[in-house]
Each structure stands twice: as structure tokens, then as C-alpha cells.
């Protein structure tokens, strides 16, 4: 059993893209630079976007960081997205979700101007995704995709099975891994809450890429001998003996899956590290795109 580690690969991927931003500064260009929404003080939330502004100082970019009040309404943050669209400094942005109630998404997810996207959520770049087009893609599978394809994991013919059908994971996961190419090629079945039966169908694939973020779902007997496990999930779950009070838990019974899977991500250190990472390559890209 080989352990796809997200926390080595994320940090080869920071170190490439370091020594990328070190011939754009060597050329005295601008640095790409990265700017966050936030909207509220959510304490998952604020820990991402942290993350990934320190991901940032890391390689050498510039980040800006938009801390607005719960009470934000959508006018207030529209008028924020439009600036940041306008500004020429900032070469991707990223509004960190969820959203207050008072906030519709979508809308704010049409207002981001799709080449300064990163997060590739707005419907031009997810099209543009579903139709093998040159995009951003979304920075969890981007992330899933890079792992895959730096471990040689074989996806050609194989049954991938996806749990979960988010706009961020899930129903992208299950376009990228059944489109032409490597990784790729694969015959998938998209899973969710209403699928019946889901261990007749997860017993039957080569790989499973579970996103539904319940605590320790997939279970040993759910899968078959040498599966591939990407394990998405991230839960909190109370542990008084943590300093921070909780951990972080997977959507896989890993102590005991492992024992059955070929490859496998742990939580954390898997898919977590991967998604950052895949962050500053977007941006590196977005900043490509506006030098063009
Ligand atoms: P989400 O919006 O929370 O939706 C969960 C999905 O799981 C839904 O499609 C739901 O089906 C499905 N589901 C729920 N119970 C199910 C069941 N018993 N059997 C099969 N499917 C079931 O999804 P998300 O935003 O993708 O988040 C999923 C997990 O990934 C969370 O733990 C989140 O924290 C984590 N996550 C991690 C990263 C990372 O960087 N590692 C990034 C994003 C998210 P319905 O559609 O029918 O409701």
C-alpha cells in the first residue's frame, strides 16, 4: 500500500512554483499577487483563507486579504468583487464560502470576472472545464488530478466512483476523471444521498474519491482488494485531548481500508495540502493569462 502524501507533493508543487516566481522577479516583473473575501468570522473559514495566505508569503507572491463583517449584504460585496475585478494588481481572487444567509452565492459567483477566477467555480470556467477546454480548474480535483498523475496511478478503463456531488468536488471530480486523457479515461458513477445500494456499487470500483464529509463512511467491506482511496472529507470532531479541542477526521475508516487499498490519502495530509497548493498554480496561470 503506497500513501499518496499531499503534504510531500504539495510542497514540491510550492517549491516549483517558488522558483517560478523567482525568474519573474529575476526579470523585474511583477509578482503574482492573490487577493481573499472573507465574509464573517466562521473559524474553518478564517483558518483556510490563513492558510492561504501564508501559502502565498511562501512562494513569493503578493496576497490580499478582504475581511468583511457577517453582516455584509450582497450589494456591499458585489461593489467588493467589482473592485478587485477592476484592480490591475491583483491577478486571481478567491471569495471564501460559504456565504452569510443574507448572501446569495450564485450571484456572487457570476460577479467574478472568469479570468481572475482561481477557483474556477464561475459557470465560463466549469463549461469550459466540462468541454476540455484550457481553464482553471477547480483546486480540490486539480489537486486529486496532480496527485494521481505524479504517483503514475493508473485511471485509464478503470471504474471511479465519486461520493458526493458538490460544485466544488464531487460533480467536477466526476467530469475530470471521465474525460479524455491521463488522468482520465475512466467509467465513472457519480454517488449521493439518494444513491441506493452504494456498497453493491463502491464494492465494484478501482478507485473511490469520497467528498461527503461524514466521519469514517467508507468502511473496509465497502471496498475490494487494491481499491485507490482519495479521501476528501474533512470533519471537526470534538477531542478534548487536542490542544485546539478537536481533529480533523476523514470520510474513510483509514486504520482499517488501508489495509485493503493499493493507494490511499490520509486526513490529514492527503487532499488538504493539495488544494492550496493548486491555488498558487491557478494563480500563477491567471498571472500568465493577463501578460499574454
Ligand atoms: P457538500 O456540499 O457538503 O455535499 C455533500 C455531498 O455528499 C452531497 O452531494 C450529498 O448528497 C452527499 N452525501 C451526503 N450523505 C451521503 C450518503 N450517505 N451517501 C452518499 N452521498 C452522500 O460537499 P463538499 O463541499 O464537496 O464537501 C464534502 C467534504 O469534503 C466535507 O467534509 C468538506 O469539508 C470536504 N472538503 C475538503 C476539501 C479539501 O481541500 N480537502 C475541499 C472541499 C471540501 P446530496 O447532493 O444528495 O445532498
Known amino acids: ?113 472568469p479570468d ?46 465519486v461520493i458526493g456531488r458538490s460544485h466544488i468536488v464531487g460533480r467536477p471530480m466526476s467530469i475530470l476523471m471521465g474525460r479524455k486523457g491521463f488522468p482520465g479515461n475512466s467509467t465513472v458513477t457519480l454517488t449521493h444521498s439518494h444513491t441506493k445500494n452504494i456498497t453493491q456499487i463502491t464494492s465494484q470500483a478501482d478507485i473511490i474519491i469520497s467528498a461527503l464529509g461524514v466521519p469514517n463512511f467508507l468502511k473496509a467491506e465497502m471496498v475490494k482488494d487494491d481499491v485507490v482511496i482519495i479521501d476528501v472529507g474533512i470533519t471537526r470532531v470534538t477531542d478534548e485531548t487536542k490542544p485546539r479541542g478537536y481533529r480533523i477526521v476523514g470520510d474513510v475508516d483509514f486504520a482499517n481500508v488501508s489495509q485493503k487499498a493499493s493507494y490511499i490519502t490520509p486526513v490529514p495530509g492527503g487532499v488538504g495540502p493539495m488544494t492550496i497548493a493548486m491555488l498558487l498554480k491557478n494563480t500563477l496561470l491567471a498571472r500568465e493569462r493577463h501578460n499574454i
Open 116 to 161: 481572475k477566477d482561481v477557483d474556477g467555480f464561475h459557470p465560463t470556467n466549469f463549461g469550459k472545464m466540462a468541454l476540455d477546454m484550457s481553464t482553471f480548474i477547480p483546486a480540490t480535483p486539480f489537486g486529486i488530478l496532480e496527485l494521481l498523475d505524479r504517483y503514475g496511478v493508473e485511471t485509464k478503463g478503470k471504474h471511479t466512483v
Open 1 to 113: 500500500m503506497t500513501i499518496l502524501d499531499g503534504k510531500k507533493i504539495s510542497n514540491d508543487i510550492k517549491n516549483e512554483i517558488a522558483a517560478e516566481v523567482q525568474k519573474i522577479k529575476d526579470k523585474g516583473e511583477k509578482v503574482p499577487h492573490l487577493a481573499a473575501i472573507i465574509v464573517g468570522n466562521d473559524g474553518a473559514s478564517l483558518t483556510y483563507v490563513g492558510s492561504k495566505v501564508k501559502a502565498c508569503e511562501r512562494v513569493g507572491f503578493e496576497s490580499t486579504l478582504v475581511q468583511m463583517s457577517n453582516t455584509t449584504s450582497e450589494v456591499e460585496l458585489l461593489e467588493k468583487i467589482k473592485e478587485l475585478n477592476e484592480n490591475p494588481e491583483i491577478d486571481g481572487f478567491i471569495v471564501q464560502l460559504p456565504l452569510p444567509p443574507q448572501i446569495n452565492e450564485q450571484q456572487v459567483l457570476l460577479a467574478v470576472n
